[in-house]
C-alpha cells in the first residue's frame, strides 16, 4: 500500500498509467466501442479529415480511421503481452538461479545469454516468420526468447549483491531453505530494476511488432494493425497527410507511457516511504525556529527538518559551531546523527530532503545551496573511505583532481599540494602512498587518505562520520590525534558523529545529544559528563563500557529507538524513561534552557538540574 500511494503522488506516472489503461481497455472492447467495423469501407467518404461521424478522420478507402486503430491495437498488444511474458519467465527465474547458485550454473546461463546478445534479432525473427508462415505470436516468442538477457542480467546482478548482505547471510545461518531466502530478502530487491525492464521491454516490443506489420510480416491486409496502418498510411502519404498522424502518434505515445510508468513504479517501490509523524490530533507537529542565528558561529542550523519521501526523520534540529570549535553528535544508531550532518552538506541520500529550517555558513544562507559549499568551505570525512575511493584511480590521480577542482592550479603546483596533504596526515613516503590503489591501502591509511581529500579545498569546517568506527583501537587513537592536530595547527572546526563517548571526551568541546531525530541536550563536554539534564543522556552514560564498575552488571536501555513512522505523540523517549509520566505522552515536549549554553528536552530539567545540586 505504500508503494501504491507513492505512486499516486506522480502526477506524470499516474497520467501515463491511465492513457494504457484506457488504450487497452478500449482495443480489447473494440467490439462494442468502435463506431465502424474495421473493415467497411465508404468511398465516398474516402481521404476526409476529423469529423463528428469519424473523430479521427477516414482513409483511402473510405474506413474508419479510430475503428481499425481499436481492432488493429487487438493485435499489436497481444504480441507484446506474448512477448514480454516469455522476457519475464525466462529472465527473472534464470537471473535468481544464475546470481544465488552462482558456480557451473551461473556460467552456462551468463554465456548462453551473451551468445543471445550477439545474434541479430530482425535477422532471427524474418527467419522465423518465413518458416512460420508469419506467425506473428511465433515471431513475439521468439522476441521474447532473444531479449531476456537484459532482465537476466539486471536480475542476477541485483540478486549477486544482495546475496552478499548481512541480512541474507543471517537468514542461512539460521536455516532457511534458500527458496524462503529468495522469496522474502532479495525478490523485494528486484521489483523496481525489473519493473523498469518490462516497461522498457514492453515499448521495444510494441516497436517491434509494429516494425514487422510495417514490412507486411503480420496480419494480412485488410486486417488491421498498428503498425499496418503506419504502412497504409505511407504509401498515400501525398494524397491524404493526415491519415499517417492517428497510428503514428498513438504508437509514439504508448511507448512514452511504458517508460514514464516503469520510472514511476521504480521510484515507488524504492522509496519506502511512510506517512509522515503526527499528532493526536492528526496533524503533524509544529516546527518553529526558537532562537535567532548566532551571527559570530561559522555555521548556525535553526529548525532543521528533513525527511525521505513523506516520513519526517530528523526535526527541528538547532545548534551552532563557532570558528575552531569540536562539536560532537552523539545518540544511538537511528537518533538522526548522519542524517543530520549529510542534510548540512546537501548530501542526502536519494528521496531526502530539507524541508524546514535554515543553515548558515559563515553568515551566509546556504540552506539552497549546500552543493556549491562542498569542498570550498566544508568537507567530509566519510565512516567507511574504503567505499568513496575509486578502484580504478591510484590515489594520487584523485588527490590531483581534487586539488585542481578547487585550486584550479597547474601541474607543478598540483603535485606539490597533493603531496602536503598526503605528509599533513601524517602519511610517510607521500610519493609511494600516491602510486597506490585503493586495495593497497591498509583500514588506517584509508582513513587517512579520506582526511586528505576532505582538506583539498582548505575547508573550514569539517563533517567527519563517526570516522573511527572501523577502525582498530591503536588506527583509532592516531585518527583521532590527527583530528585534534588539524584543528590546532589549521583552526578547523569540526562536526564529530560517534557512537563512542571516549572519543567525545577526548576530542569535542560541546555535545549534542539526539533521540528518534530530535535534539534532546546540548551542553559544554564538562558539563554533560558531571551533570546530564535528560534522562536519556543519564543512560547513556551510565551504559558507557568505559566507566562500568568490574563486577557489576552493565546497566542497560531497555526497548530500542522507534522508527520515525512510529514516533510518539510526546517525548520520543518516553517509553524506554524510567521518569516518565502522564504529561510526557500529552504534546511535543519544548527545548528549555535551564542555564547559559545548555538546553535539554526534558520537562523535569529542572528535578534532575536539583538531584545534580
Known amino acids: 500500500m505504500t508503494s501504491l500511494r507513492a505512486f499516486l503522488r506522480n502526477p506524470l506516472a499516474v497520467v501515463a498509467l491511465g492513457f494504457i489503461v484506457v488504450v487497452v481497455l478500449a482495443c480489447a472492447f473494440a467490439n462494442l466501442v468502435a463506431p465502424y467495423g474495421p473493415l467497411v469501407q465508404d468511398l465516398a467518404s474516402a481521404n476526409q479529415l476529423p469529423s463528428a461521424a469519424h473523430w479521427l478522420g477516414t482513409d483511402t478507402l473510405g474506413r474508419d480511421i479510430l475503428s481499425?486503430?481499436?481492432?488493429?491495437?487487438?493485435?499489436?498488444?497481444?504480441?507484446?503481452?506474448?512477448?514480454?511474458?516469455?522476457?519475464?519467465?525466462?529472465?527473472?527465474?534464470?537471473?535468481?538461479?544464475?546470481?544465488?547458485?552462482?558456480?557451473?550454473?551461473?556460467?552456462?546461463?551468463?554465456?548462453?545469454?551473451?551468445?543471445?546478445?550477439?545474434?541479430?534479432?530482425?535477422?532471427?525473427?524474418?527467419?522465423v516468420l518465413s518458416v512460420f508462415s508469419t506467425s506473428i505470436v511465433a515471431a513475439m516468442i521468439t522476441l521474447g526468447i532473444l531479449g531476456f538477457g537484459s532482465v537476466f542480467r539486471v536480475v542476477r546482478a541485483t540478486t549477486i549483491a544482495a546475496s552478499a548482505e548481512l541480512y541474507v547471510r543471517a537468514a542461512r545461518a539460521s536455516g532457511l531453505r534458500p527458496a524462503a531466502i529468495v522469496a522474502g530478502h532479495i525478490l523485494p530487491n528486484l521489483a523496481g530494476p525489473v519493473t523498469v525492464q518490462v516497461t522498457l521491454f514492453a515499448a521495444s516490443a510494441v516497436l517491434v511488432e509494429s516494425g514487422l506489420a510495417f514490412l507486411g510480416f503480420s496480419v494480412a491486409p485488410p486486417a488491421p494493425s498498428w503498425g499496418a496502418m503506419v504502412k497504409d498510411a505511407a504509401a498515400n502519404l501525398t494524397s491524404n497527410p493526415w491519415e499517417l498522424v492517428p497510428p503514428g502518434l498513438l504508437i509514439a505515445l504508448f511507448v512514452l507511457a511504458l517508460g514514464i510508468v516503469g520510472d514511476g513504479a521504480r521510484d515507488a517501490v524504492t522509496q519506502r516511504g511512510s506517512a509522515p509523524t503526527r499528532t493526536k490530533a492528526g496533524r503533524q507537529e509544529p516546527i518553529r525556529e526558537t532562537t535567532p542565528h548566532d551571527p559570530d558561529a561559522l555555521l548556525s542550523v535553526r529548525g532543521l527538518t528533513v525527511a525521505f519521501g513523506s516520513t519526517v526523520v530528523v526535526r527541528d534540529v538547532g545548534f551552532d559551531v563557532a570558528p575552531g570549535e569540536v562539536v560532537g553528535i552523539v545518540g544511538e544508531s537511528g537518533s538522526g546523527k548522519s542524517v543530520t550532518g549529510r542534510a548540512v552538506l546537501g548530501l542526502l541520500a536519494r528521496g531526502g530532503r530539507i524541508v524546514a529550517g535554515s543553515v548558515r555558513f559563515q553568515g551566509a544562507d546556504v540552506t539552497r545551496g549546500l552543493a556549491r559549499r562542498r569542498g570550498s568551505g566544508i568537507g567530509l570525512i566519510p565512516q567507511e573511505p574504503m567505499n568513496t575511493l575509486d578502484p580504478v584511480f591510484t590515489i594520487g590521480s584523485q588527490l590531483r583532481e581534487a586539488v585542481r577542482t578547487n585550486d584550479r592550479s597547474d601541474r607543478r603546483a598540483t603535485e606539490a599540494r597533493m603531496i602536503e596533504l598526503l605528509g599533513l596526515v601524517g602519511l610517510p613516503h607521500a610519493a609511494d602512498v600516491a602510486r597506490m590503489y585503493p586495495h593497497e591501502l591498509s583500514g588506517g591509511m584509508a582513513q587517512r587518505v579520506g582526511i586528505a581529500l576532505a582538506l583539498a579545498s582548505r575547508p573550514s569546517l569539517l563533517i567527519a562520520d563517526e570516522p573511527t568506527t572501523a577502525l582498530d583501537v591503536t588506527v583509532q587513537r592516531q585518527i583521532l590525534d590527527l583530528l585534534a592536530d588539524l584543528r590546532e595547527r589549521l583552526g578547523t572546526s569540526i562536526v564529530l558523529v560517534t557512537h563512542d563517548w571516549g572519543v567525545l571526551a577526548d576530542l569535542c568541546d560541546r555535545a549534542l545529544v539526539m533521540y528518534a531525530g530530535e535534539l534532546v541536550e546540548q551542553?559544554?563536554?564538562?558539563?554533560?559528563?558531571?551533570?546530564?539534564?535528560?534522562?536519556?543522556?543519564?543512560?547513556?552514560?551510565?551504559?558507557?563500557?568505559?566507566t562500568a564498575t568490574p563486577g557489576e552488571p552493565l546497566p542497560v536501555i531497555p526497548g530500542q529507538v522507534p522508527e520515525p513512522a512510529h514516533w510518539p505523540v510526546g517525548c520520543h523517549f518516553a517509553d524506554r524513561c524510567p521518569l516518565v509520566t502522564d504529561a510526557c505522552r500529552a504534546g511535543a515536549i519544548p527545548l528549555v534552557v535551564p542555564e547559559d549554553e545548555r538546553e535539554s528536552r526534558c520537562i523535569r530539567t529542572h528535578e534532575l538540574k536539583a538531584v545534580h545540586a
Open 68 to 127: 481499425r486503430l481499436l481492432h488493429g491495437g487487438q493485435t499489436t498488444l497481444v504480441g507484446t503481452l506474448i512477448a514480454t511474458v516469455v522476457f519475464v519467465i525466462l529472465g527473472v527465474p534464470l537471473g535468481l538461479v544464475a546470481g544465488y547458485r552462482r558456480g557451473w550454473i551461473d556460467t552456462l546461463l551468463s554465456r548462453t545469454v551473451e551468445i543471445l546478445f550477439a545474434v541479430p534479432v530482425i535477422v532471427i525473427l524474418l527467419v
Open 523 to 546: 551542553a559544554d563536554i564538562v558539563d554533560l559528563f558531571a551533570e546530564p539534564l535528560h534522562p536519556y543522556t543519564r543512560a547513556l552514560i551510565a551504559a558507557n563500557p568505559q
